[in-house]
């Protein structure tokens, strides 16, 4: 149940401290959910058309050990919980079985008008952990 | 005791949303600490230099609104706690009085091996609302 | 009739080498070319409303010396070339005399869909040193 | 001779507008140099601790057509001539067999004290077709 996305570190990953620059984990992430999405089968781009985008409401994210120029990660996503409204994912990035960084992060989906709408089909039906046990 | 730094939102920081891409909030507050920094007359370079740099451990944040194109926003800083390890502060970013973005942001400092160091004299000194009350 | 905008090095902008990452100059040329316009009375927020945005159709950039972490650089921009149709900039990033970076940027403006349009009513007529020596 | 790469766009790379921002074509090719360069057997990250780093000294651009959000979009790397000092390469980023953007790229390698060095073994004496027809 946990999907997996390689993500290989670039130049522009990096700061001065030689290391990955603490916000762009959530640009590795956000790739994590997107492709986690394309797996199951949701396109964004016809989403985007039809006026709806998914958005972060929070993140709790712990930094755990820096991420090196030309690392090849792994971006792991689980999904934690569900409600018809929003969900909880757990996400991860790893170099080999080490963690690096770990967020919980929630997202909710808005509609044209920018404001909070049900979340699409078949993402609140997935199996859910905190629901199902 | 609340710092405030202005940031203009650039197409850099949009996404097809929009808005300001999630993680470039990350960015903006940490413009914010390092001008924090520097009003307090620590001087960045310089520590890089003889090889200490901050580095964030862990962030809880929220989103509660979205910041547009050409957005001028404040962030604003605030220290929440200190030991001699690690500061906790409290990054806030506003549109005029409208609260866009809140952090919990917990830095610590890392010497020349990459692994923690005493936080520079000065800064766990600071008047510290946790210690102080 | 040169515009002149700060733009500080933050950690954001540096890569490993200790240097600002080379696609970085592209966000400060365009803080710059967007606080030109807006010292000039364009209002780029209600143009992209219209849904007039502005966009680079080439650039001829040389790298000349680096820019550090916490470095204040001035980013230069000049009017080089204007017709009904697009403008060139020199845009050129100093820190104190020294230049650093250097382009000349081809701009166009793109209509509702995506299609060039004519600039802007006083754009197209800016004191043009092409046309006027 | 031409190395290829897939890119995808992601959120990150989208302005407001819609389309990949125009700075992050930069961070595509680059990704595609890193990639070409592993291929033939250069190890940056070992590189960049002996001290050298590749860094680029002049870009031509040309921004032919939008890339979208969620494109699949393919990066090209192709030798366009080389000195004991310095490569161009021709990079090109194509969504299948439209001709987004073209850009050529003049690259240097910096040793230790940031200082141009001779460009590594191997790489100089590439099948190269200015000096071999």
């Known amino acids: ?11 522009e990953d990096t700061d001065l401290a ?17 492709e986690w999405l394309r797996e199951m089968g949701f396109d964004q781009a016809a989403m985007k058309e039809a ?10 994210a712990d930094y755990l050990a820096p991420a090196r120029f030309d690392d090849l990660l792994t971006a792991e996503t689980t999904l934690a919980a569900a409600t018809p409204a929003r969900l909880t994912l757990d996400q991860q990035v790893r ?3 080490a963690l690096l960084f770990r967020a919980a992060v929630t997202v909710v989906a808005l509609g044209p008008a920018g404001r909070p709408v049900r979340l699409p089909a078949g993402l609140a039906s997935l199996p859910n952990p905190a629901r199902d046990g």
């Open 51 to 60: 006026g709806t985008v998914f958005a972060v409401r929070r993140i709790e």
């Open 18 to 34: 030689g290391i990955v620059y603490y916000a762009n984990y959530l640009r590795f992430i956000e790739r994590a959910r997107s």
């Open 95 to 97: 170099r080999g079985e």
């Open 1 to 11: 149940m946990t999907h997996r996305w390689p993500i290989r570190v670039y130049y």
